[in-house]
Each structure stands twice: as C-alpha cells, then as structure tokens.
C-alpha cells in the first residue's frame, strides 16, 4: 500500500527545505501544515527559544480507532552542514546529493516514511490506535531538542526513532552515554627566539597530556577522543593558551566516568609539571540506554518484520540519537534502522528500496499495536 512515487518525491521535496541545525524553521513548519492537513492535531513547542534555535519541536497526535496503547514516531527535522541548496539526483534506484552537500537522508528519510504510512492509514480507513510523533530540533550536535520536549504531553510509553544507518529490520537497543571535556590549558607567553625559557607552551602542556591518554577504542563498551586543538599565532611566540574539545562515550556509566576522570587527570598532570593552568569542564550530554533482547518492545518489532518477511536482528550503536533523551525521560524506545548510508559526508545516498520498506514497517507497527 506504500505509494513508491509519492514517498520519493516527499522525501525529495524535504530534502530541498534547508534545515541545517539551529535553522529549521522553514521545514519545521512546512511540516507541521503537512500534518495538519492530514487531519492530525499539531504544534509547534517553544524549545528553540530555550536552545538558539529558529524552530520548535513539532508534535502530532493521530486519535485511534481501536482502544490500543499510544505509540510514539520520533525523528530530527536539522541537519549537519553542508546542508543548504541539497540538489538530490536519483542513479539506478539510489537518491544522492550532486556531491556539493550532504543529501539529508540523515533524518528525512525517516519523516518521509512515517508521513507516507499516515497517508495509507487515511487513505484506507484502516484501524489503528493512538499515534504520537515528535520531529526534533538540533538534534545534531548535543540532542537538545529532545531534551528540551515536553513529555508530559505525550501519553506513549514505546516509542520508535527513525535514525539508524542500518537496514530496515535492524533494531538498535544499545547506546552509549556521552561526555563533552572542554579544555582551556594557559600557559604564558615569550619571546620564541630571544628568550623561550621564560614562557610556558600550552601546545607543550597539551601534547604531554594527549601522548599519556587513552584514547579511540578504550574497550567494547568505550571510546574517547580528542575532537579539536585551537590556539597559538605566530611562530616567535610561545603560545600562552589553546582550547582543546574531547569527549568519551560508554555503554557502561562506571566505565565512562573512569574514563572522563582519566582524561582530566592526564590534563591536570601535564598543566602541573610544566607549571601551566588547565580550566577543565566535563559535561554529560546524555545517558546511556540498554533494552533487553526479551523485552516487549523488541518482540514487537521482530513480529512486525515478521508480517513483511524483513529479517530483523537486535544491534548496539557508538553514536547518540534521540533514543537515549527518551529512555531517560521514561518512553522506553529502540532505534531502528533506516538504511542511512554516508550520513554526514558529502557521499551520503539512500536506496529507494530502503525508504519503502521503513515506511511499510512504519505502518505495520501502527496497524498491529496491542
């Protein structure tokens, strides 16, 4: 019943709205008139006051036929840069980008899959329960749309993100919790050439404190990494200061905070052996979550998948989405995949096949609702 034309020219129109984190207002609100149109209830909330954002969070609400459980739809409307004049080209049944941008597949796919099994729904008068969406803000970046939710609004305890780079059938049930360091190390500026002695090299003090840390793959459940090193000028001068941004992730929160605590320490040690400062700040940005193989929600899943004949298998993720803002605030969600291929490269593509059969599954998950 997925209409194949109707959702790849959706999604291609989607794609040509720019939304670049922090300037989503234009999809957001040719979003929310899309939905209204279809008859659900709408709005607009007021998270992008509270995060810099142009746009809110839009959230919808389809009123059941049949006395089921609500069930919630969640996916960002933002993406990464560069995002804006996105001129989508389709090659033997793939959607790309001309290659000057990225395609914003990453996370449009997933609104155009949800969007196209509403309209089946109407279309064929078919039964189904309630159904609750949320299409996020800036979410790239730190998830602060999602954080920023008003969850008291919404009435679903399950709740499915669009927004994994696997095949539909791929059910994520594992992500890390992340923390963001940010390091300002200041050290004290002289004459490189005349009297070098005198000064205090923050790339010195750095570069010790990088080459005695663990970093990258840390184990199964861990990883960390030194994103960027900002600061210093000319090459006569010692530099007096540079601005470090790092983070760690982990499935395992004993394990992140060992990790974090690491990462400080080295810092902090460098700073004190060649008598430099370190202004050291550990944010963490989300939790973790970790669904059970057995738990209903997976079930739920797999039987879905079961009805399309899509092979489905539980998977874990390095990365943070919507899902672990979620869970945290008592929806317990999975993320499922959507065969998001490259995100956040120029190389981005998205196979026609892929964004079909999300959206069916889209629908059969509607349509079988307990």
């Not at 940010?182 to 010790?208: F, M, N, R, T, Y």
């Not at 790092?246 to 992140?256: G, P, T, V, Y």
Request: aromatic share 4%; hydrophobic share 40%.
């Amino acid at each position: 019943m997925i209409n194949k034309e109707r959702i790849v020219e959706q999604f291609i129109k989607y794609v040509q709205i720019d939304s670049e984190t922090k300037n989503e207002k234009a999809f957001a609100e040719f979003i929310l008139k899309e939905l209204k149109d279809l008859g659900l209830d709408a709005h607009m909330d007021n998270a992008g006051e509270k995060v810099g954002s142009n746009a809110g969070n839009v959230i919808a609400k389809l009123s059941g036929t049949k006395d089921v459980e609500a069930i919630l739809f969640s996916c960002h409307m933002d993406t990464v840069s560069p995002g804006n004049g996105i001129k989508p080209i389709i090659k033997e049944e793939v959607i790309y980008s001309d290659g000057t941008t990225i395609l914003g597949g990453d996370n449009k796919a997933g609104i155009a899959a949800i969007v196209e099994a509403i309209r089946v729904i109407k279309e064929n008068n078919i039964e189904h329960g309630p159904v609750e969406i949320a299409f996020s803000i800036f979410e790239e970046g730190g998830l602060f749309g999602a954080k920023n939710l008003d969850y008291s609004k919404l009435k679903a305890k399950k709740a499915f993100v669009l927004d994994s780079g696997g095949e539909p059938g791929e059910i994520v049930i594992k992500g890390p919790a992340q923390d963001k360091i940010d390091v300002k190390i200041l050290g004290k500026p002289a004459h490189a050439g005349v009297c070098p002695e005198q000064g205090i090299s923050a790339i010195q003090v750095a570069s010790e404190a990088i080459s005695n840390m663990k970093l990258l793959r840390i184990d199964e459940e861990t990883t960390a990494n030194i994103g960027s090193i900002n600061g210093g000028g000319a090459t006569n001068i010692v530099c007096p200061e540079i601005i470090i941004k790092a983070e760690a992730r982990s499935l395992n929160m004993e394990k992140l905070d060992k990790q974090s605590a690491h990462m400080v320490e080295c810092f902090e040690k460098a700073a004190e052996k060649f008598g430099a400062r370190a202004e050291i700040e550990v944010t963490r940005m989300y939790g973790s979550f970790v669904i059970e193989e057995n738990d209903e929600i997976v079930h739920y899943v797999k039987e879905a998948c079961n009805n399309l004949g899509f092979t489905s298998k539980t998977a874990a993720t390095g990365g943070g989405s919507d899902t672990n803002v979620l869970n945290g605030n008592g929806i317990k969600a999975v993320n499922l995949g959507i065969g998001e291929r490259k995100p956040h490269t120029l190389e981005e593509h998205l196979r026609i096949e892929d964004l079909v059969n999300t959206s069916k599954l889209v629908l059969e998950l509607i349509k079988t609702a307990k």
